[in-house]
T-cell receptor, first 125, second 107 residues
Framework: QVQLVESGGGVVQPGGSLRLSCAAS????????IHWVRQGPGKGLEWVAF??????????GDSVKGRFTISRDDSRNTLYLQLNSVRPEDTAVYYC???????FGSGTGNALDIWGRGTLVTVSS | DIQMTQSPSSLSASVGDRVTITCRAS??????FNWYQQKPGRAPKLLIS???FLQNGVPSRFSGTGSGTDFTLTITSLQPEDFATYFC?????????FGGGTKVEVK
């Protein structure tokens, strides 16, 4: 069964750090790009970051660029998101989501076809 | 960044109704466009990719059309399990961007 399971969420103070994990199973993890997407309380979806299948191509949303870092460990079938210098507006459920494709490129027809159940990050003092 | 404007933000409908949701991109994105369904407390689910390709297991009452800047999701005969929030998303360029969502509620 194809599955993604996030963990690592919790309460963190403004300015603090947290590392989220996403464990994959049921597919060849190293063959696909993976995204992080977040959803603030009662809000819509915001794309956060993407990492290509080989870990070389990484992209970030403007609101997290320079603060968050996406990485992957294919030996562990696990995706990570390191959150640094967090702000109250980073409070959200964070989802990892598998892409159709290995990498992102204009015209590659990317889509997020498998999602985890999410992990809640609350930034509060 | 490409802005995705989705409308309406909510609608009320009855079982059996035909429902149409639209999404407009701020620039030409070809057909690099997807639709997702989200139920309360659940992760989003990919319904349609590349404008019109139904994912495995998605009922044929769902369909997607459009190209360029204007896109439509149609549910031909709304079923009880279709009451949910629907999001559009462009995959033409980074950053990927989503519409604000359309909540389909019981009339």
């Amino acid at each position: 069964q194809v599955q993604l399971v996030e963990s690592g969420g919790g309460v963190v103070q403004p300015g603090g750090s947290l590392r989220l994990s996403c464990a994959a199973s049921g597919f060849t993890f190293s063959d696909f790009g993976i995204h992080w997407v977040r959803q603030g309380p009662g809000k819509g979806l915001e794309w956060v970051a993407f990492i290509g299948y080989d870990g070389r191509n990484k992209y970030y949303g403007d609101s997290v660029k320079g603060r968050f870092t996406i990485s992957r460990d294919d030996s562990r079938n696990t995706l990570y998101l390191q959150l640094n210098s967090v702000r109250p507006e980073d409070t959200a459920v964070y989802y990892c989501a598998k892409d159709f494709r290995r990498y992102f490129g204009s015209g590659t027809g990317n889509a997020l076809d498998i999602w985890g159940r999410g992990t809640l990050v609350t930034v509060s003092s | 960044d490409i802005q995705m404007t989705q409308s309406p933000s909510s609608l009320s409908a009855s079982v059996g109704d035909r429902v149409t949701i639209t999404c407009r991109a701020s620039q030409n994105i070809g057909t690099y466009f997807n639709w997702y369904q989200q139920k309360p407390g659940r992760a989003p689910k990919l319904l349609i990719s590349t404008t019109s390709f139904l994912q495995n297991g998605v009922p044929s009452r769902f369909s997607g059309t459009g190209s360029g800047t204007d896109f439509t999701l149609t549910i031909t005969s709304l079923q009880p399990e279709d009451f949910a929030t629907y999001f559009c998303q462009q995959s033409f360029s980074i950053p990927l961007t989503f519409g604000g969502g359309t909540k389909v509620e019981v009339k």
